[in-house]
């Protein structure tokens, strides 16, 4: 990191954790007032930082490091069979970058989306408002990708565009279409897209052993995480 950047960080109060149950959590924010661009956030990505709305924030909890930061490293990747079979049946599913912001259609898939997949998760009724503050940001390079069969909007995903590499900041997809996998299809996707385009990662978030609903993310390997200030292969059974 630019060792001439300096910026005050900010630390939540510990909570419960919303991943492993009967831990404490804690929080770090980049100074929600210091100004913020797409080469800052670049930076701090390599760094364990991700994007929620206009924040740029990393786990910081006493204790606990479960919390990695994992990334796909996209020209050594290679699709499992389960995953060829799924970019090969959504095969007839059309891809359409549009501009961050927005759009009733996105809103309203992205409320049922909800509604039926993470009832009770923390996320239920969003309004435009809490749906805005979530995805979008003034500074960061966002793109709404979504994903049509025929006319039906059936999934859209939310991909910021570093310098080298794409960040899967959220996706949403229809509920009524399980046997299209098209969470999965997404991640495809995208990491299609970035060899397309001459980036090196996708960065997936966050990866916890102990959270079954992480597991999905060592379905794309080789997978990279971050650790004391450098990035490894992860290997998942050599976790503590």
Known sequence: MNTRTQFNLYSTPPHECTYLSRRQATTVFIDPHFPKDAHLYNIL???????????????????????????????????????????????????????????????????????????????????????????????????????RLKEQLVAVAVVDIYEDAFSAIYTFFDPDYPQRSLGVFAILWEIHEAVRHGMNYVYLGYFIKECRKMNYKTEYSPLEYYHEGAWSLLDVDALD
């Open 45 to 147: 990505s390599q760094h364990g930082f991700r994007r929620s709305g206009e924040h740029l924030y990393r786990p910081h909890c006493q204790g606990c490091q479960a919390c990695l930061a994992v990334r796909i490293p996209v020209k050594q990747f290679k699709m499992r069979r389960s995953q060829k079979r799924v970019f090969q049946r959504n095969q007839d599913i059309t891809v359409k970058a549009v501009r961050s912001g927005f759009k009733q259609e996105h809103f309203e898939l992205y409320s049922r989306y909800l509604e039926q997949r993470h009832r009770g998760g923390g996320m239920d009724n969003p309004s435009t408002d809490s749906y805005l503050q979530f995805l979008t940001s003034l500074w960061a390079n966002t793109i709404f990708y979504e994903f």
